[in-house]
């Protein structure tokens, strides 16, 4: 089953915009996760934020974590023709043999 | 390091032949998982190892899929016989430990199987 939803499903930008990403998840988390998938590739890890943090930067990625409303969002600053791909979120459940359930992902276009 | 390998890139096989997978985790990493992609389903969660022993293999689908892992740097998932609806990319993937941080995915195998 999946625990994270994102949302929306398409984000279609220009080039230099913002993109703001969001993802819902039903349970306690050790951790959430996002990653992101170019066309044909593997799903590469962008960055952690423990359930006892609130916000975490990373370059030009910016992740906030509201564990009262079991959500989290990605900001991409300033993005790039490079930035399009799939991007997912992934939540660590709390318990003794966590593991990573993904969501269906978002696929984000920047238009040059 | 090269990262996580993952063999064949590409499979295409008859309905009722057996496919076997194969996964070399990055080097130290001692948590190995398999998914499954496909556009209905997204990414699911077959199987996953920590020190090579199989920890929850609730997602593998049916008794036709098999996973092991003989030692901390190798694992294979076989599905006998394999049917039309089996057909999406595997990857594997290998972390330092569950819960601690992110996962370093493979590059899939694509599988078809006709």
């Known amino acids: 089953s999946q625990q994270g939803e994102e949302d929306p499903q398409a984000l279609s930008i220009q080039e230099g915009e913002n993109a703001t990403m969001n993802c819902s998840y039903k349970?306690?988390?050790?951790?959430l996760q996002w990653y992101r998938q170019n066309s044909g590739r593997g799903l590469v890890h962008l960055i952690l934020?423990?359930?006892?943090?609130r916000e975490k930067h990373s370059g030009r990625l910016r992740v906030t974590l509201d564990t009262s409303k079991k959500s989290s969002s990605l900001l991409i600053t300033a993005s790039r023709a490079a930035d399009t791909a799939s991007y997912f979120c992934?939540?660590?459940?709390?318990?003794?043999?966590?593991?990573?359930?993904f969501g269906k992902g978002i696929t984000l276009s920047v238009r040059p | 390091d090269a990262g996580v390998i993952q063999s064949p890139r590409h499979e295409v096989t008859e309905m009722g032949q057996e496919v076997t997978l194969r996964c070399k985790p990055i080097?130290?990493?001692?948590?190995l998982f398999w998914y499954r992609q496909t556009m209905m389903r997204g990414l699911e969660l077959l199987i996953y190892?920590?020190?090579?022993?199989?920890?929850?293999d609730s997602g593998m689908p049916e008794d036709r899929f098999s996973a092991k892992m003989p030692n901390a740097s190798f694992s294979t998932l076989k599905i006998q016989p394999s049917e039309p609806r089996d057909s999406a990319v595997y990857f594997c993937?290998?972390?330092?430990?569950?819960?601690?941080?992110?996962?370093?995915f493979g590059s899939g195998t694509r599988l078809t199987v006709v």
């Open positions: 993937a290998s972390s330092l430990g569950s819960g601690i941080g992110g996962y370093t």
């Open positions: 349970t306690s988390i050790n951790n």
């Open positions: 934020i423990r359930s006892n943090e």
């Open positions: 992934a939540t660590d459940a709390s318990g003794a043999n966590s593991k990573l359930t």
């Open positions: 080097s130290g990493h001692n948590s």
């Open positions: 190892f920590n020190n090579n022993v199989p920890i929850d």
